[in-house]
C-alpha cells in the first residue's frame, strides 16, 4: 500500500461543491481500485468560509493548506457576496492561498478532445489536436501590486488604483518553469506581454530573454504583445505551445483558450510553488472556470475541469502518474461515447447531469482496470 497522501480539499461556493462531490467519487475509487490512500481533509473557503467565519479563508484553513501535500479547490464567489467589503470578498481567499503558498507558476493546459472539436466555437480544422500550455505567472503582477485602493480627491472625484509591478527574480522562476514545460513538449515558448506600452511589459521581455540565454536556448523562443495575442489565439491556435504570461493577461488568455477546447468546463490547472531541498512543492489544483451562478444547484456544471485537476493533482504531487493517465483516457472515453453535460453538448448526443458525467467516468476507470 503507497503511503498515505494529505489532500485539502476546499469545494467552496456555487457548483464547486457540486463538481467536487464528483471528484470525491474518483478519489474513493482509486482508493478501492488502486489500494491509494488519500488522508483527506475538507474545510471551507470563499463564500462559504464567509458565512461560517466572517472571513473567505480562516487562518485554522490556511494553516492546513500550508501542510497539506496538496490542495484541491473548486471555485470560489456568487452574487450573495458581491456587496461585502473588497477585503473579505470570496475571491480574496483564493488570493491568500496562492499568495502565501507562494504558488507563483499556473499551468493551463488547453487541449481539445477529439471528441469536442465540434464542440468548439471554432472551425474543427483549427482546433483539431490542440494542444497549447498556459503558464500563467499567479502571485505578482496588478493583482498584488502596490499602491492599490480607491481614493476620494480633494475635487470630490474618486480614484481606483492598481499597480501592475514585476521583479526580475519573479519574472525569472516562472519563465524557467515554462522552458522546463516546453522541454518535454513542443521546445517552443511564447512570451507574452505589452512590452511597448508597459515598463513591467519591457522588463518580462528582457529577463526572459536573458534566461533564454542562460542554459535554455535549445528552446525555441518568440515574443508577442498580449493583443495580438488574444487575436491569434482564434486565429490559429496551434501556432502555440507553451504560453508565458503574467497573472492579469493569463487570466484573460486562458479564458479564451478555454473556449477553443468546447468549454470552460474542461479546462483544469495546477498552481505550483518552488521545489524545496527535499523535493517538496507546494501545490494547488484549481479549475480555470468560477462558481457558475448561472447555473449553480442545478446539477448541469460539468465536473471534467476539476477531475482533470485532480489528474494534474496525481501527476505532479503525487508521482502517481499511471492514475493520471487513467483518469485522462477515462474522460477521452467518456466524451468519445457521446455523454454530454450542457455546455458541450452537441447534436446527437446524450445530455447527462453533472452525477451522470461522474457516474459515466467512474464506468469506464472500471471497465480500463478490468
Ligand atoms: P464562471 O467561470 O463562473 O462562469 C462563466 C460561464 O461559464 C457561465 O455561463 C457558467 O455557467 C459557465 N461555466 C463555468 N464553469 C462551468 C462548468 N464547469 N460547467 C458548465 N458551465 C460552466 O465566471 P463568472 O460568471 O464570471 O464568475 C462567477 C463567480 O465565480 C464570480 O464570483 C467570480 O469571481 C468567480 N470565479 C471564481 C473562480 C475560481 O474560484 N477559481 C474563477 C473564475 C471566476
Ligand atoms: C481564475 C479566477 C481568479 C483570478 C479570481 C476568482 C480571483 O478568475 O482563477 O481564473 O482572477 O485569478
Ligand atoms: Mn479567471
Known sequence: MASNKNLLILAGDGIGPEVMREVNRVVEWMDKRRAVSFDITEDLVGGAAIDKHGVPLADETMDKAMEADAVLLGAVGGPQWDNLDFSIKPERGLLRLRKEMELFANLRPALCFDALVEASSLKPELVSGLDIMIVRELTGGVYFGEPRGIETLPNGERRGINTQVYTTSEIRRVAEVAFDLARKRDSRVCSVEK?????????????????????????????????????????????????LTDNLFGDMLSDTAAMLTGSLGM?????????????RRKAMYEPVHGSAPDIAGESKANPLATILSFAMNLRYSFDMGDEADLIEKAVTKVLSSGKRTGDIMAAGCELVSTEGMGSALLRELDEQAA
Open 267 to 279: 479546462l483544469p490547472s495546477a498552481s505550483l510553488g518552488a521545489t524545496d531541498a527535499t523535493g
Open 195 to 243: 512590452a511597448n506600452v508597459m515598463e513591467s511589459g519591457l522588463l518580462w521581455r528582457e529577463e526572459v530573454t536573458k534566461l533564454h540565454g542562460e542554459g535554455f536556448d535549445d528552446i525555441d523562443l518568440s515574443h508577442m504583445y498580449a493583443d495580438n495575442c488574444s487575436m491569434q489565439l482564434v486565429r490559429t491556435p496551434k501556432q502555440f505551445d507553451v504560453i
